[in-house]
RNA sequence: GCCGAGGUGGCAGAAUGGUUAAUGCGACGGACUGCAGAUCCGUUUCCUGGGGGUUCGAUUCCCUCCCUCGGCUCCA
Protein backbone atom coordinates (compact mmCIF):
# COMPACT_ATOMS: atom_id res chain seq x y z
CA UNK A 1 0.00 0.00 0.00
CA UNK A 2 1.27 3.78 -0.80
CA UNK A 3 3.36 5.22 1.59
CA UNK A 4 1.25 8.35 3.10
CA UNK A 5 2.19 11.14 5.11
CA UNK A 6 0.14 13.03 7.65
CA UNK A 7 0.80 16.26 9.40
CA UNK A 8 -0.12 15.46 12.78
CA UNK A 9 -1.06 18.44 14.72
CA UNK A 10 -0.09 16.19 18.14
CA UNK A 11 3.03 15.41 17.09
CA UNK A 12 4.10 18.46 15.10
CA UNK A 13 4.92 16.97 12.34
CA UNK A 14 4.26 14.80 9.21
CA UNK A 15 4.12 11.02 10.08
CA UNK A 16 3.91 7.90 7.96
CA UNK A 17 -0.07 6.60 7.73
CA UNK A 18 -0.24 3.97 9.51
CA UNK A 19 -4.02 2.66 10.13
CA UNK A 20 -4.74 0.70 14.10
CA UNK A 21 -6.59 -1.96 11.43
CA UNK A 22 -5.51 -1.70 7.73
CA UNK A 23 -7.68 -1.53 5.25
CA UNK A 24 -10.35 0.39 7.24
CA UNK A 25 -9.61 3.81 8.35
CA UNK A 26 -11.70 5.33 10.84
CA UNK A 27 -12.43 9.38 10.41
CA UNK A 28 -14.53 11.69 12.45
CA UNK A 29 -14.44 14.97 11.37
CA UNK A 30 -16.54 18.02 13.78
CA UNK A 31 -19.37 19.29 11.50
CA UNK A 32 -21.50 22.06 11.38
CA UNK A 33 -23.39 23.88 14.18
CA UNK A 34 -26.25 24.79 11.88
CA UNK A 35 -27.57 27.68 14.02
CA UNK A 36 -27.15 29.50 10.31
CA UNK A 37 -26.23 28.99 6.58
CA UNK A 38 -22.86 27.63 5.98
CA UNK A 39 -20.33 29.91 4.45
CA UNK A 40 -17.40 29.68 2.13
CA UNK A 41 -14.99 28.77 5.18
CA UNK A 42 -17.04 25.91 6.34
CA UNK A 43 -17.25 24.58 2.60
CA UNK A 44 -13.06 24.48 2.88
CA UNK A 45 -12.17 22.00 5.70
CA UNK A 46 -15.37 20.07 4.12
CA UNK A 47 -14.23 19.78 0.85
CA UNK A 48 -10.35 19.14 1.82
CA UNK A 49 -11.57 16.40 3.87
CA UNK A 50 -13.72 14.77 1.19
CA UNK A 51 -10.62 14.56 -0.62
CA UNK A 52 -8.32 13.36 2.13
CA UNK A 53 -10.97 10.76 2.07
CA UNK A 54 -11.48 9.97 -1.91
CA UNK A 55 -7.12 9.95 -1.92
CA UNK A 56 -7.53 7.25 0.93
CA UNK A 57 -9.91 4.76 -0.88
CA UNK A 58 -7.89 5.33 -4.50
CA UNK A 59 -4.92 4.03 -2.72
CA UNK A 60 -6.97 1.09 -1.25
CA UNK A 61 -8.17 1.99 2.47
CA UNK A 62 -11.76 1.51 3.39
CA UNK A 63 -12.52 4.46 5.26
CA UNK A 64 -15.77 4.64 7.68
CA UNK A 65 -16.04 9.19 7.13
CA UNK A 66 -18.20 10.14 10.13
CA UNK A 67 -18.96 14.08 10.57
CA UNK A 68 -21.25 15.07 13.28
CA UNK A 69 -24.09 17.45 13.44
CA UNK A 70 -24.34 19.91 16.88
CA UNK A 71 -28.23 20.29 16.45
CA UNK A 72 -28.82 21.39 19.92
CA UNK A 73 -26.68 23.99 21.82
CA UNK A 74 -25.94 27.58 22.94
CA UNK A 75 -26.33 29.53 19.95
CA UNK A 76 -28.76 27.11 18.70
CA UNK A 77 -31.60 27.80 21.39
CA UNK A 78 -31.00 31.79 21.68
CA UNK A 79 -31.13 31.86 17.44
CA UNK A 80 -34.39 30.12 17.76
CA UNK A 81 -35.83 32.28 20.44
CA UNK A 82 -35.59 35.19 18.73
CA UNK A 83 -37.12 33.71 15.77
CA UNK A 84 -39.67 32.13 17.62
CA UNK A 85 -38.28 28.77 16.60
CA UNK A 86 -37.72 25.54 17.88
CA UNK A 87 -33.82 24.91 17.71
CA UNK A 88 -34.37 21.59 16.53
CA UNK A 89 -35.93 22.38 13.69
CA UNK A 90 -34.20 25.70 13.06
CA UNK A 91 -30.60 23.17 13.08
CA UNK A 92 -32.65 20.30 10.48
CA UNK A 93 -33.40 23.33 8.46
CA UNK A 94 -29.58 24.88 8.11
CA UNK A 95 -28.40 20.90 7.91
CA UNK A 96 -30.90 20.08 5.05
CA UNK A 97 -29.82 23.14 3.31
CA UNK A 98 -26.07 22.71 3.84
CA UNK A 99 -26.32 18.81 2.50
CA UNK A 100 -27.47 20.17 -0.56
CA UNK A 101 -24.69 22.41 -0.97
CA UNK A 102 -22.12 19.54 0.17
CA UNK A 103 -24.16 17.54 -2.79
CA UNK A 104 -23.78 20.42 -5.14
CA UNK A 105 -19.93 20.87 -4.48
CA UNK A 106 -19.43 16.98 -4.88
CA UNK A 107 -18.69 16.62 -1.66
CA UNK A 108 -19.89 12.48 -1.30
CA UNK A 109 -17.32 10.62 0.92
CA UNK A 110 -19.41 11.49 4.34
CA UNK A 111 -20.71 7.79 5.25
CA UNK A 112 -22.67 9.29 8.38
CA UNK A 113 -23.75 12.11 9.67
CA UNK A 114 -25.02 11.64 13.28
CA UNK A 115 -27.20 13.88 14.99
CA UNK A 116 -26.10 15.09 18.46
CA UNK A 117 -29.30 14.94 20.05
CA UNK A 118 -29.94 11.03 18.45
CA UNK A 119 -27.20 10.58 21.28
CA UNK A 120 -28.12 11.17 24.04
CA UNK A 121 -28.24 7.65 25.65
CA UNK A 122 -24.27 7.07 24.94
CA UNK A 123 -23.49 10.77 26.22
CA UNK A 124 -25.18 9.96 29.71
CA UNK A 125 -23.23 6.29 29.77
CA UNK A 126 -20.41 8.04 29.44
CA UNK A 127 -21.33 11.40 31.91
CA UNK A 128 -22.11 8.12 34.37
CA UNK A 129 -18.60 7.07 33.99
CA UNK A 130 -16.43 9.92 34.32
CA UNK A 131 -18.38 10.80 37.63
CA UNK A 132 -17.78 6.88 39.00
CA UNK A 133 -14.14 7.17 37.73
CA UNK A 134 -14.09 10.58 39.92
CA UNK A 135 -13.26 13.09 36.82
CA UNK A 136 -16.44 15.11 37.14
CA UNK A 137 -18.31 17.00 39.67
CA UNK A 138 -22.22 17.39 40.07
CA UNK A 139 -22.70 21.29 40.90
CA UNK A 140 -25.92 22.04 42.86
CA UNK A 141 -27.83 22.83 40.09
CA UNK A 142 -27.48 19.43 38.52
CA UNK A 143 -24.50 20.49 36.01
CA UNK A 144 -22.07 18.21 35.66
CA UNK A 145 -18.41 19.27 35.54
CA UNK A 146 -15.57 17.58 33.90
CA UNK A 147 -12.29 18.45 36.30
CA UNK A 148 -9.44 19.58 34.00
CA UNK A 149 -6.98 18.94 37.02
CA UNK A 150 -7.65 15.67 37.02
CA UNK A 151 -6.03 14.54 33.71
CA UNK A 152 -2.44 15.83 33.22
CA UNK A 153 -2.06 15.19 29.97
CA UNK A 154 -4.53 18.13 29.21
CA UNK A 155 -2.90 21.32 27.16
CA UNK A 156 -0.98 18.57 25.02
CA UNK A 157 -2.65 19.04 21.58
CA UNK A 158 -2.71 22.29 21.46
CA UNK A 159 0.66 23.52 23.56
CA UNK A 160 -1.23 25.18 25.95
CA UNK A 161 0.03 25.36 29.95
CA UNK A 162 -3.37 25.64 32.10
CA UNK A 163 -1.23 28.24 34.44
CA UNK A 164 -1.19 30.57 31.19
CA UNK A 165 -4.12 30.25 30.33
CA UNK A 166 -6.76 33.77 30.57
CA UNK A 167 -9.42 32.73 32.46
CA UNK A 168 -12.96 35.04 30.95
CA UNK A 169 -10.24 36.20 28.29
CA UNK A 170 -13.15 35.66 25.76
CA UNK A 171 -16.08 33.70 27.44
CA UNK A 172 -17.27 35.20 31.16
CA UNK A 173 -16.15 32.72 33.61
CA UNK A 174 -19.44 30.14 35.58
CA UNK A 175 -19.19 30.52 39.17
CA UNK A 176 -20.54 26.95 39.17
CA UNK A 177 -16.97 25.74 38.72
CA UNK A 178 -14.27 24.38 40.52
CA UNK A 179 -11.80 25.51 38.63
CA UNK A 180 -12.31 27.99 35.62
CA UNK A 181 -10.50 25.23 33.01
CA UNK A 182 -13.57 23.09 34.37
CA UNK A 183 -16.06 22.38 31.70
CA UNK A 184 -19.66 21.37 31.34
CA UNK A 185 -20.30 17.86 30.13
CA UNK A 186 -24.13 17.80 31.34
CA UNK A 187 -25.98 20.99 31.80
CA UNK A 188 -29.11 21.48 34.05
CA UNK A 189 -32.30 22.13 32.18
CA UNK A 190 -33.60 25.50 31.92
CA UNK A 191 -37.50 26.11 31.28
CA UNK A 192 -38.53 25.83 27.90
CA UNK A 193 -35.41 24.16 26.56
CA UNK A 194 -35.18 21.01 25.07
CA UNK A 195 -33.58 18.86 27.50
CA UNK A 196 -33.82 15.21 28.66
CA UNK A 197 -34.15 13.08 31.90
CA UNK A 198 -30.73 11.87 33.80
CA UNK A 199 -29.60 10.74 37.19
CA UNK A 200 -28.94 14.67 37.65
CA UNK A 201 -32.01 16.00 36.53
CA UNK A 202 -33.47 16.78 33.71
CA UNK A 203 -30.39 18.36 31.01
CA UNK A 204 -29.24 18.59 28.16
CA UNK A 205 -25.64 17.42 26.56
CA UNK A 206 -22.58 19.77 27.05
CA UNK A 207 -20.63 20.14 23.46
CA UNK A 208 -17.23 18.51 24.21
CA UNK A 209 -18.63 14.80 24.95
CA UNK A 210 -21.11 15.02 22.50
CA UNK A 211 -18.85 14.52 20.00
CA UNK A 212 -16.51 11.40 22.33
CA UNK A 213 -19.77 10.01 23.23
CA UNK A 214 -20.55 9.39 19.29
CA UNK A 215 -16.96 8.43 18.62
CA UNK A 216 -17.11 6.02 21.36
CA UNK A 217 -20.01 4.20 19.74
CA UNK A 218 -19.31 4.98 15.97
CA UNK A 219 -15.04 4.38 15.61
CA UNK A 220 -14.30 2.97 19.31
CA UNK A 221 -11.84 4.10 21.81
CA UNK A 222 -9.00 4.49 19.38
CA UNK A 223 -8.97 5.57 16.36
CA UNK A 224 -7.41 6.71 13.32
CA UNK A 225 -8.29 10.32 12.06
CA UNK A 226 -9.74 13.44 14.12
CA UNK A 227 -10.22 16.68 11.77
CA UNK A 228 -11.59 19.78 12.02
CA UNK A 229 -11.00 23.56 11.57
CA UNK A 230 -7.89 24.78 13.18
CA UNK A 231 -10.36 26.72 15.59
CA UNK A 232 -11.54 23.72 17.18
CA UNK A 233 -8.13 22.85 18.51
CA UNK A 234 -8.60 24.32 21.99
CA UNK A 235 -10.62 24.06 23.86
CA UNK A 236 -12.36 21.66 21.93
CA UNK A 237 -10.00 18.79 20.92
CA UNK A 238 -8.14 19.25 23.86
CA UNK A 239 -11.49 18.04 25.96
CA UNK A 240 -12.36 15.29 23.84
CA UNK A 241 -9.15 13.71 24.61
CA UNK A 242 -9.46 14.17 28.44
CA UNK A 243 -13.18 12.71 28.25
CA UNK A 244 -12.50 9.85 26.07
CA UNK A 245 -9.22 8.71 27.76
CA UNK A 246 -10.54 9.24 30.90
CA UNK A 247 -13.50 7.51 30.58
CA UNK A 248 -12.43 4.69 28.51
CA UNK A 249 -9.09 4.20 30.20
CA UNK A 250 -7.99 3.81 26.77
CA UNK A 251 -4.86 6.13 24.87
CA UNK A 252 -4.98 8.15 22.27
CA UNK A 253 -8.29 8.80 21.13
CA UNK A 254 -6.41 9.60 18.17
CA UNK A 255 -3.91 8.88 15.98
CA UNK A 256 -3.32 11.80 13.80
CA UNK A 257 -4.98 14.92 14.22
CA UNK A 258 -5.75 16.79 10.83
CA UNK A 259 -6.70 20.29 11.16
CA UNK A 260 -7.81 23.02 8.30
CA UNK A 261 -6.55 26.35 8.14
CA UNK A 262 -9.03 29.27 8.06
CA UNK A 263 -10.22 31.55 4.94
CA UNK A 264 -9.19 35.09 5.81
CA UNK A 265 -11.58 37.12 4.42
CA UNK A 266 -11.29 41.13 5.11
CA UNK A 267 -8.22 40.80 7.34
CA UNK A 268 -9.84 38.43 9.73
CA UNK A 269 -10.96 34.47 9.65
CA UNK A 270 -14.54 33.91 7.88
CA UNK A 271 -16.71 33.53 10.81
CA UNK A 272 -20.64 33.22 11.77
CA UNK A 273 -19.54 35.62 15.23
CA UNK A 274 -17.79 38.68 13.15
CA UNK A 275 -19.99 38.14 10.21
CA UNK A 276 -17.68 38.55 7.74
CA UNK A 277 -19.03 35.71 5.77
CA UNK A 278 -20.38 34.65 1.94
CA UNK A 279 -22.47 32.12 2.20
CA UNK A 280 -21.83 29.02 0.72
CA UNK A 281 -24.87 28.38 -1.61
CA UNK A 282 -24.65 31.81 -2.68
CA UNK A 283 -20.72 31.33 -3.69
CA UNK A 284 -21.53 27.94 -5.55
CA UNK A 285 -24.44 29.72 -7.59
CA UNK A 286 -21.76 32.74 -8.46
CA UNK A 287 -18.74 30.53 -9.49
CA UNK A 288 -20.05 27.16 -9.89
CA UNK A 289 -18.83 24.17 -7.86
CA UNK A 290 -15.91 23.24 -9.94
CA UNK A 291 -13.99 26.56 -9.42
CA UNK A 292 -15.24 26.77 -5.54
CA UNK A 293 -13.91 23.39 -5.49
CA UNK A 294 -10.50 24.71 -7.30
CA UNK A 295 -10.21 27.66 -5.13
CA UNK A 296 -10.02 25.67 -1.99
CA UNK A 297 -7.38 23.18 -3.48
CA UNK A 298 -5.44 25.77 -4.68
CA UNK A 299 -3.75 26.34 -1.68
CA UNK A 300 -2.24 23.60 1.19
CA UNK A 301 -5.52 22.93 3.61
CA UNK A 302 -2.59 23.79 6.72
CA UNK A 303 -1.74 27.52 4.85
CA UNK A 304 -4.52 30.34 5.89
CA UNK A 305 -6.16 31.33 2.27
CA UNK A 306 -6.72 34.85 1.90
CA UNK A 307 -10.23 35.44 0.11
CA UNK A 308 -10.27 38.91 -1.66
CA UNK A 309 -13.70 40.15 -2.57
CA UNK A 310 -14.40 40.26 -6.20
CA UNK A 311 -11.38 38.90 -7.27
CA UNK A 312 -10.31 35.32 -5.70
CA UNK A 313 -13.72 33.46 -7.10
CA UNK A 314 -13.66 34.83 -10.29
CA UNK A 315 -9.86 33.91 -10.65
CA UNK A 316 -10.59 30.51 -9.94
CA UNK A 317 -13.13 30.37 -12.09
CA UNK A 318 -10.76 31.87 -14.59
CA UNK A 319 -8.16 29.42 -14.02
CA UNK A 320 -10.40 26.13 -13.54
CA UNK A 321 -12.40 26.95 -17.07
CA UNK A 322 -8.72 26.49 -18.56
CA UNK A 323 -7.96 23.83 -16.31
CA UNK A 324 -10.79 21.99 -17.27
CA UNK A 325 -11.66 22.50 -20.92
CA UNK A 326 -9.62 19.73 -22.73
CA UNK A 327 -11.58 17.48 -19.93
CA UNK A 328 -14.55 18.73 -21.03
CA UNK A 329 -14.27 18.45 -24.38
CA UNK A 330 -12.75 15.17 -24.19
CA UNK A 331 -15.20 13.68 -22.68
CA UNK A 332 -18.00 15.18 -24.69
CA UNK A 333 -16.54 13.37 -27.77
CA UNK A 334 -16.41 10.04 -26.10
CA UNK A 335 -19.86 10.34 -24.62
CA UNK A 336 -21.03 10.97 -28.09
CA UNK A 337 -19.00 8.42 -29.68
CA UNK A 338 -18.28 5.83 -27.50
CA UNK A 339 -14.31 4.63 -26.39
CA UNK A 340 -14.62 2.18 -29.12
CA UNK A 341 -14.76 5.24 -31.72
CA UNK A 342 -12.37 4.67 -34.33
CA UNK A 343 -9.55 7.39 -35.12
CA UNK A 344 -5.84 8.74 -35.33
CA UNK A 345 -3.98 7.05 -32.32
CA UNK A 346 -2.56 9.39 -30.38
CA UNK A 347 1.41 10.29 -30.33
CA UNK A 348 3.09 7.57 -28.66
CA UNK A 349 4.47 9.77 -25.80
CA UNK A 350 1.63 11.07 -24.54
CA UNK A 351 0.90 7.64 -23.41
CA UNK A 352 3.43 7.18 -21.38
CA UNK A 353 3.29 10.91 -20.07
CA UNK A 354 -0.44 10.12 -18.91
CA UNK A 355 0.28 7.08 -16.94
CA UNK A 356 3.82 8.41 -15.42
CA UNK A 357 1.83 11.93 -14.46
CA UNK A 358 -0.64 9.87 -12.65
CA UNK A 359 2.12 8.39 -10.64
CA UNK A 360 3.26 11.82 -9.70
CA UNK A 361 -0.14 12.98 -8.73
CA UNK A 362 -0.67 9.91 -6.38
CA UNK A 363 2.72 11.17 -4.86
CA UNK A 364 1.67 14.68 -4.07
CA UNK A 365 -1.57 13.56 -2.57
CA UNK A 366 0.43 11.14 -1.06
CA UNK A 367 2.77 13.92 0.51
CA UNK A 368 0.36 15.35 3.13
CA UNK A 369 -2.30 15.87 0.65
CA UNK A 370 -0.45 18.93 -1.56
CA UNK A 371 -3.44 18.98 -3.91
CA UNK A 372 -1.81 22.31 -5.20
CA UNK A 373 1.56 20.83 -6.48
CA UNK A 374 -1.63 18.26 -8.16
CA UNK A 375 -2.84 21.13 -9.75
CA UNK A 376 0.76 22.91 -11.19
CA UNK A 377 0.76 19.26 -12.96
CA UNK A 378 -2.71 18.90 -13.84
CA UNK A 379 -2.03 22.46 -15.80
CA UNK A 380 1.15 21.02 -17.17
CA UNK A 381 -0.83 18.69 -18.90
CA UNK A 382 -3.54 20.93 -19.96
CA UNK A 383 -0.64 22.98 -21.36
CA UNK A 384 0.89 20.27 -23.10
CA UNK A 385 -2.52 18.99 -24.41
CA UNK A 386 -3.02 22.04 -26.36
CA UNK A 387 -1.09 21.19 -29.38
CA UNK A 388 -3.89 18.33 -29.92
CA UNK A 389 -6.75 20.86 -29.38
CA UNK A 390 -7.66 21.33 -32.58
CA UNK A 391 -7.30 17.48 -33.83
CA UNK A 392 -9.17 16.10 -30.87
CA UNK A 393 -12.36 15.29 -33.18
CA UNK A 394 -9.62 12.94 -35.56
CA UNK A 395 -8.49 11.23 -32.58
CA UNK A 396 -8.95 7.31 -31.68
CA UNK A 397 -11.43 6.39 -28.56
CA UNK A 398 -8.53 4.68 -26.95
CA UNK A 399 -6.35 7.55 -27.60
CA UNK A 400 -8.70 9.96 -26.42
CA UNK A 401 -9.49 7.25 -23.19
CA UNK A 402 -5.64 8.11 -22.86
CA UNK A 403 -5.32 11.46 -22.74
CA UNK A 404 -8.37 11.59 -20.57
CA UNK A 405 -6.99 9.51 -17.31
CA UNK A 406 -5.10 12.75 -15.79
CA UNK A 407 -8.69 14.23 -15.81
CA UNK A 408 -10.19 11.78 -14.45
CA UNK A 409 -7.83 11.02 -11.55
CA UNK A 410 -8.84 14.73 -10.79
CA UNK A 411 -12.35 14.14 -10.97
CA UNK A 412 -11.67 10.83 -8.76
CA UNK A 413 -9.23 12.20 -5.94
CA UNK A 414 -10.09 16.11 -6.37
CA UNK A 415 -13.35 15.93 -7.60
CA UNK A 416 -12.79 17.96 -10.25
CA UNK A 417 -14.49 18.26 -13.69
CA UNK A 418 -18.00 16.03 -12.98
CA UNK A 419 -20.06 19.01 -14.28
CA UNK A 420 -22.49 17.17 -16.08
CA UNK A 421 -23.94 18.29 -19.20
CA UNK A 422 -27.70 19.57 -18.85
CA UNK A 423 -30.80 17.73 -18.73
CA UNK A 424 -32.03 18.29 -22.02
CA UNK A 425 -28.32 18.26 -23.65
CA UNK A 426 -29.31 15.06 -25.76
CA UNK A 427 -32.21 17.09 -27.63
CA UNK A 428 -29.35 20.09 -28.07
CA UNK A 429 -26.87 17.80 -29.47
CA UNK A 430 -29.10 17.05 -32.38
CA UNK A 431 -30.05 20.69 -32.97
CA UNK A 432 -27.14 22.82 -32.46
CA UNK A 433 -25.21 20.91 -35.21
CA UNK A 434 -28.22 21.75 -37.68
CA UNK A 435 -27.78 25.87 -36.24
CA UNK A 436 -24.17 25.57 -36.57
CA UNK A 437 -24.45 24.54 -40.32
CA UNK A 438 -27.11 27.42 -41.23
CA UNK A 439 -24.64 29.44 -39.47
CA UNK A 440 -21.86 28.34 -41.78
CA UNK A 441 -23.84 28.91 -44.90
CA UNK A 442 -24.36 32.47 -43.66
CA UNK A 443 -21.22 33.23 -42.66
CA UNK A 444 -19.86 31.72 -46.43
CA UNK A 445 -21.97 34.46 -48.26
CA UNK A 446 -21.03 37.35 -45.50
CA UNK A 447 -24.25 37.56 -43.98
CA UNK A 448 -22.94 38.36 -41.05
CA UNK A 449 -25.96 39.87 -39.11
CA UNK A 450 -27.69 36.60 -39.61
CA UNK A 451 -24.76 34.67 -38.12
CA UNK A 452 -24.30 36.68 -35.37
CA UNK A 453 -27.96 36.60 -34.08
CA UNK A 454 -27.76 32.89 -34.55
CA UNK A 455 -24.75 33.21 -32.22
CA UNK A 456 -26.50 35.21 -29.90
CA UNK A 457 -29.72 32.91 -30.20
CA UNK A 458 -27.74 30.07 -28.99
CA UNK A 459 -26.16 32.20 -26.43
CA UNK A 460 -29.30 32.94 -24.46
CA UNK A 461 -30.35 29.23 -24.34
CA UNK A 462 -26.32 28.52 -22.68
CA UNK A 463 -24.96 27.61 -25.63
CA UNK A 464 -21.57 29.14 -26.43
CA UNK A 465 -19.54 29.00 -29.90
CA UNK A 466 -16.16 29.60 -30.88
CA UNK A 467 -14.75 29.50 -34.34
CA UNK A 468 -11.43 28.20 -34.73
CA UNK A 469 -9.49 26.90 -37.89
CA UNK A 470 -11.38 23.39 -37.74
CA UNK A 471 -15.11 24.72 -37.52
CA UNK A 472 -16.90 26.29 -35.07
CA UNK A 473 -17.22 24.54 -31.58
CA UNK A 474 -19.77 24.83 -29.11
CA UNK A 475 -20.29 23.97 -25.58
CA UNK A 476 -22.10 24.69 -23.00
CA UNK A 477 -21.60 28.13 -21.17
CA UNK A 478 -22.27 27.68 -17.62
CA UNK A 479 -21.22 23.42 -17.03
CA UNK A 480 -22.79 22.11 -13.58
C1' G B 1 0.85 37.66 28.94
C1' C B 2 0.90 32.45 27.12
C1' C B 3 0.22 28.79 22.99
C1' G B 4 -0.05 27.79 17.66
C1' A B 5 0.43 28.96 12.41
C1' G B 6 2.56 32.27 9.12
C1' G B 7 5.47 36.70 6.41
C1' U B 8 7.69 34.45 -1.07
C1' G B 9 6.49 38.84 -7.56
C1' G B 10 0.98 43.47 -9.28
C1' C B 11 -2.35 39.45 -6.84
C1' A B 12 -3.21 34.27 -5.23
C1' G B 13 0.02 30.58 -3.85
C1' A B 14 3.93 26.03 -4.07
C1' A B 15 8.72 24.13 -3.38
C1' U B 16 13.81 23.47 -2.18
C1' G B 17 20.80 23.25 1.74
C1' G B 18 23.03 24.39 -4.81
C1' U B 19 22.15 25.81 -12.30
C1' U B 20 17.01 30.88 -14.70
C1' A B 21 12.42 30.15 -6.92
C1' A B 22 6.91 26.34 -9.49
C1' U B 23 1.90 27.01 -11.09
C1' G B 24 -2.21 30.10 -11.87
C1' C B 25 -4.57 34.95 -12.35
C1' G B 26 -3.63 39.68 -14.18
C1' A B 27 -0.81 42.74 -17.61
C1' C B 28 1.78 43.55 -22.28
C1' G B 29 3.13 42.02 -27.40
C1' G B 30 2.12 38.67 -31.42
C1' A B 31 -0.55 34.64 -34.38
C1' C B 32 -5.49 33.30 -35.70
C1' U B 33 -10.63 35.90 -36.52
C1' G B 34 -15.70 39.40 -40.55
C1' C B 35 -16.29 40.63 -35.32
C1' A B 36 -16.28 38.35 -30.63
C1' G B 37 -14.57 34.45 -27.97
C1' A B 38 -11.51 30.51 -27.31
C1' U B 39 -6.78 28.76 -28.29
C1' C B 40 -1.61 29.06 -29.30
C1' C B 41 3.39 31.59 -29.03
C1' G B 42 6.37 35.18 -26.51
C1' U B 43 7.37 38.84 -22.54
C1' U B 44 6.34 40.10 -17.38
C1' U B 45 14.87 41.16 -15.99
C1' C B 46 13.83 44.13 -10.10
C1' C B 47 9.85 38.67 -5.38
C1' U B 48 11.72 34.64 -0.11
C1' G B 49 9.95 40.61 6.62
C1' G B 50 14.80 43.00 9.41
C1' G B 51 19.48 41.63 11.78
C1' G B 52 22.98 37.99 13.22
C1' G B 53 24.95 32.80 12.98
C1' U B 54 26.17 27.70 10.79
C1' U B 55 27.84 26.45 5.62
C1' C B 56 31.95 26.38 -0.06
C1' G B 57 26.71 27.82 -0.74
C1' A B 58 20.67 29.73 3.13
C1' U B 59 14.59 31.41 0.78
C1' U B 60 15.30 26.52 3.31
C1' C B 61 18.83 24.97 9.37
C1' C B 62 19.83 27.90 14.28
C1' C B 63 19.29 32.55 17.32
C1' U B 64 16.97 37.21 17.73
C1' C B 65 13.74 41.17 16.54
C1' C B 66 9.47 43.11 13.91
C1' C B 67 4.76 42.24 11.80
C1' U B 68 0.09 39.40 10.53
C1' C B 69 -3.57 35.75 11.56
C1' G B 70 -5.64 32.28 14.96
C1' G B 71 -6.59 30.19 20.10
C1' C B 72 -6.91 31.15 25.56
C1' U B 73 -13.53 27.31 27.53
C1' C B 74 -18.49 30.65 21.16
C1' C B 75 -16.45 28.65 16.21
C1' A B 76 -15.06 24.59 10.18
Given at each position: ?455 EELGTAGIRLEDGTAGTRWSYAEPH
Amino acid sequence: MRRVLIYDTMSREARVFAPIAPPRVGLYVCGLTPYAPAHVGHGRTFVVFDVVVRALRRWGYRVFYVQNVTNLDDKLIARAAEEDDDPLQLAERNFTAFRRSMTELGVTSVDYYPFATDYVPEILLQVRALVDRGYAYVADDGSVYFEVAKFPAYGRLSGQKLSQLQPGARVEVDARKRAPEDFVIWKAAVPGEPSWESPWGPGRPGWHIEDTAMTGRLLGARYDLHGAGADLIFPHHESEIALSESATGEAPMVNYWIHVAFVIFQGEKMSKSIGNVLDLQAAIDGVGPGALRFYYLNAHYRSPLDLLPDRSLAEAKEAYDRLAQPAHRIEQILARDGAERSGDPIPSEFAAASDELIDRLDDAMADDFNSREAITLLFGWTRRLGELLEGLDHLSGEGLTALAEPYRWAQEVLGLFGERAPADARDLERVVPVLLAARARARARGDYAEADRIREELGTAGIRLEDGTAGTRWSYAEPH
